[in-house]
């Protein structure tokens, strides 16, 4: 991210919600939300997706209109399972605390019916909170609380941000961390992971997005920025770029050795392909990964 700038990368991920809602994966996944987040310009290649005008449009325009369309391909399944976990640790399983790690733009604690009863935290680097804060102004939660975390998790202690929030470390939290890893680079995944570990009671779930290594993922995310400098074509994702993915086995290593067992991992494409949503850019859906894990280790007062 720049200096003092939000991330680009939470807008442009709320855009392809904002595509994706009633469009995609009719009937699991749905966010009205998404749009009301968004201005005007940040509307515009929302609106050309959904009234099937992109032909329409040229250069920039027409770029940035096929961008989120692809982004909305992967936001949908992503959201469902993320969404139907943390639905399943509230309301099934009764857990009352929720902390958003890097939660950008997203919608769920003015949309998510099971967060009624829910506590959130919306963890985030300060920039990027102070602008989401801004555009949710007029928005009320249904979350029972929603509280701000502001926090980066580079050069910030994530447990003292919580600690400061009110998250109670004694009680189970569902822990969402969405879109944020392949931002952070491997050490600083780790760190976090080791923190969220430490502020975890027994029956906490972690949710995690990740993307796993890919040598054509990589070489075409290179190509796509290089074309857009070339171009003058200011893309969300060139001054964020990826730092690290993981094997699910890396994945799974990782959370075991912090006493998370993995109970599900699974892939984009295969979730997509379930629900009857788009798949044409399958590698991508193919890449990218939602694994849900369960804190069966220590109590914190023994760590
Ligand atoms: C692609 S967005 C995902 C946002 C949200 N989780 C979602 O899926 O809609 C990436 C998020 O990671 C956050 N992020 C990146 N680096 C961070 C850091 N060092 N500390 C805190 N948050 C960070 C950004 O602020 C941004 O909100």
């Given at each position: ?11 442009f ?8 809602d ?11 939300v998404a ?6 310009d940040?509307?515009?290649?929302v609106d050309?997706?959904r ?6 449009l040229?250069g ?15 936001m949908?399944p ?8 943390v639905a ?6 009764g857990?009352q605390?929720?902390?958003l790690l ?8 003015w949309r998510?019916?099971?967060l ?8 985030d ?9 801004t555009r949710?102004a ?7 609380r929603?509280?701000f ?23 189970p ?7 944020v890893?392949?931002y952070?680079?491997k ?9 969220v570990a430490?502020q ?10 990740y993307?796993?290594?890919?040598l ?9 920025n290089l074309?857009?400098r070339?171009?003058r074509?200011d893309?969300a994702?060139?001054d ?6 993981w094997t699910?086995?890396a994945?799974?290593?990782?959370l075991a050795a ?10 984009l494409?295969s979730?997509a ?9 399958s590698?991508?859906l193919g890449?990218?990964r939602?694994?849900?894990a369960?804190?069966t280790?220590?109590a914190?007062a023994?760590?």
């Amino acid at each position: 991210m720049k200096p003092g700038q939000g991330s680009r990368t939470a807008i442009f991920v709320c855009q392809g919600r904002a595509v994706a809602d009633g469009r995609m994966a009719v009937g699991r996944f749905s966010d009205a939300v998404a749009r009301r987040l968004l201005g005007p310009d940040e509307l515009r290649p929302v609106d050309a997706v959904r009234d099937g005008t992109t032909r329409r449009l040229e250069g920039r325009e027409r770029w940035a209109a096929e961008s989120v369309r692809a982004c909305a391909e992967i936001m949908a399944p992503r959201t469902v399972m993320i969404d139907e976990a943390v639905a399943d640790a509230v309301t099934g399983q009764g857990v009352q605390q929720v902390v958003l790690l890097g939660a950008g733009l997203d919608t769920r604690p003015w949309r998510l019916p099971a967060l009624e009863s829910a506590k959130v935290f919306s963890a985030d680097h300060p920039a990027t909170q102070a602008e989401a804060r801004t555009r949710a102004a007029e928005l009320t939660p249904v979350a029972r609380r929603l509280v701000f975390a502001p926090v980066d998790l580079i050069t910030e202690p994530l447990d003292a941000a919580l600690g400061a929030a009110g998250h109670d470390r004694t009680a189970p939290t569902v822990w969402v961390w969405e879109g944020v890893v392949p931002y952070l680079r491997k050490a600083d995944v780790v760190a976090t992971a080791t923190v969220v570990a430490r502020q975890s009671a027994p029956g906490s779930v972690l949710v995690v997005n990740y993307q796993t290594p890919s040598l054509r993922a990589g070489i075409g995310r290179g190509l796509v920025n290089l074309v857009a400098r070339l171009g003058r074509i200011d893309t969300a994702t060139a001054d964020e770029p990826w730092r690290s993915t993981w094997t699910p086995a890396a994945m799974a290593g990782l959370l075991a050795a912090r006493g998370f067992t993995v109970e599900q991992d699974a892939d984009l494409l295969s979730l997509a392909r379930r629900l009857g949503s788009p798949t044409v850019h399958s590698r991508s859906l193919g890449n990218g990964r939602v694994a849900i894990a369960r804190f069966t280790g220590p109590a914190p007062a023994s760590r």
